[in-house]
């Protein structure tokens, strides 16, 4: 099996638009071809959530410290409004509403194509991330046994938090084998509140 990154699409399914900032930026590949990718940010009761899409599918959410990282590093420019840009766009506004849904409690499932980079491991551990059921918990063990390889509960520890779609992908209902919350690349205190918001943890309402 191959390490290397490869970039696949994983369809987990499909809503309208809310008020949104959007950047639109053009990225060239090795092959020369253009793709539109479009930014949106969003508020919500964790934090800004930054939200990328290409055209294919939702590539990236981010939390607001993670994108201001990347967006200091960043040089590329904004470019182009075409059809392309346009779905993409779209199709971030859709990631808006869903995640929004999500928050006030009428979402208990996402229906959104996914434009993931990962490694075959990695993707395995996204997939699996996505049959985790709204409201429920699971161990690193467990996740490690469900894609067949019991032995590496740190590697999927590992690839959980390089998971590019966190609440999409509920990496954050993946706790240890005590219980504890141990890692979530929002931090703790995000991933408590998530799982409170879900019913999976008792707590006062935080929402």
Request: hydrophobic share 35%.
């Amino acid at each position: 099996m191959s390490a290397d990154p490869k970039r696949s699409t994983i369809p987990l399914g499909a809503a309208e638009s809310q008020n949104a900032t959007v950047s639109q930026k053009a990225t060239v590949s090795q092959d020369a071809t253009v793709s539109q990718d479009a930014t949106v940010s969003m508020a919500s009761p964790i934090g800004t959530l930054w939200i990328t899409c290409t055209p294919t599918g939702v590539q990236r959410i981010q939390f607001e410290e993670e994108y201001a990282k990347q967006a200091a590093a960043d040089s590329e420019d904004a470019a182009g409004s075409d059809g392309a840009a346009e779905r993409t766009q779209a199709l971030c506004e859709r990631v808006v509403v869903q995640l929004s849904e999500y928050f006030d409690g009428s979402r208990t499932e996402f229906d959104l194509p996914l434009d993931l980079e990962g490694t075959p491991f990695q993707e395995s551990v996204w997939t699996a991330l996505s049959t985790i059921p709204y409201g429920e918990t699971v161990t690193y063990a467990t996740q490690a046994d469900r894609i067949g390889r019991p032995s590496a509960v740190r590697a999927v520890g590992a690839a959980n938090g390089r998971n590019p779609v966190p609440i999409v992908l509920p990496c954050h209902r993946v706790i240890g084998a005590s219980g504890s919350l141990t890692g979530y690349a929002g931090g703790l205190d995000r991933k408590r509140r998530l799982l409170e918001l879900e019913g999976a943890l008792e707590s006062p309402s935080l929402f």
